[in-house]
Nanobody, 123 residues
Framework: QVQLVESGGGTVQTGGSLQLSCAVSGSAITIEYMGWYRQTPGKQRELVAEITSGGSINYLDSVRGRFTISRDNAKDTGYLRMNSLKPDDAAVYYC?????????????????WGQGTQVTVSS
């Protein structure tokens, strides 16, 4: 009923920039939470940035000042702008979105992950 499609990953040199997108599709979507997480082999998935249901924005300390999370409610799309990328930022990045959608006679809750997009930073 709800689909999340990520895009924007790729390979950049150290110091370069990328912008990730997470497009949410479905009927009458309302997004309450959007977050970006990343994971490298053998490590737990970690929170990179989030916009909470209350509108608070939080960042992982190591990306604060370099990454910017944003959301376009009209497009039901979230973004993660990543500047000054470092080799330590290389990972598979996942968006996580929670909210409601309309189906049948009512509204339903969703809490889903995107498919992941690879970010590679060459030194």
């Amino acid at each position: 009923q709800v689909q999340l499609v990520e895009s924007g990953g790729g390979t950049v040199q150290t110091g370069g920039s990328l912008q990730l997108s997470c497009a949410v599709s479905g009927s009458a979507i309302t997004i309450e939470y959007m977050g970006w997480y990343r994971q490298t082999p053998g490590k737990q998935r970690e929170l990179v940035a989030e916009i909470t249901s209350g509108g608070s924005i939080n960042y992982l300390d190591s990306v604060r000042g370099r990454f910017t999370i944003s959301r376009d409610n009209a497009k039901d799309t979230g973004y993660l702008r990543m500047n000054s990328l470092k080799p330590d930022d290389a990972a598979v990045y996942y968006c996580k979105v929670a909210g409601t959608y309309h189906s049948g006679p009512g509204f339903h809750v969703f809490d889903d992950w995107g498919q992941g997009t690879q970010v590679t930073v060459s030194s």
